[in-house]
């Protein structure tokens, strides 16, 4: 079992910028951490995944100005977001994908870009 602690959500004006934060509580037996989110009425989205390589993957709609990048011990993962839009405003989730199969995910964190 991972948990995960995620922080750093909150409300911004477009064209600003957050961090999120996602602290495992292993990193035993994970071979990628990632970012999802979801907006009301529709379903849960890739924002951006890091595996061992690093081989990290974004949703175009974040490309050039999202970046994933996580900690030496492979227990933390961040998600810095500039150039924030309105389209943003999601719930922010991180996962743990493990090697073993199960993938397990934290609280989710609320974004809100508006002005």
């Known amino acids: 079992q991972v948990q995960l602690v995620e922080s750093g959500g909150g409300l911004v004006e477009p064209g600003g910028s957050l961090r999120l934060s996602c602290v495992a509580s292993?990193?035993?037996?994970?071979?990628?951490m990632g970012w999802y989110r979801q907006a009301p009425g529709n379903q849960r989205e890739l924002v951006a995944r890091?595996?061992?390589?690093?081989?990290?993957n974004y949703a175009d709609s974040v490309k050039g100005r999202f970046n994933i990048s996580r900690n030496r011990a492979r227990t933390a993962v961040y998600l810095q977001m500039n150039d924030l839009k309105p389209e943003d405003t999601a719930i922010y989730y991180c996962?743990?994908?493990?090697?073993?199969?199960?993938?397990?995910w934290g609280q989710g964190t609320q974004v809100t870009v508006s002005s």
């Open positions: 292993t990193s035993n037996n994970i071979a990628a």
């Open positions: 996962s743990a994908h493990s090697r073993l199969g199960p993938t397990y």
């Open positions: 890091i595996r061992d390589g690093p081989n990290i």
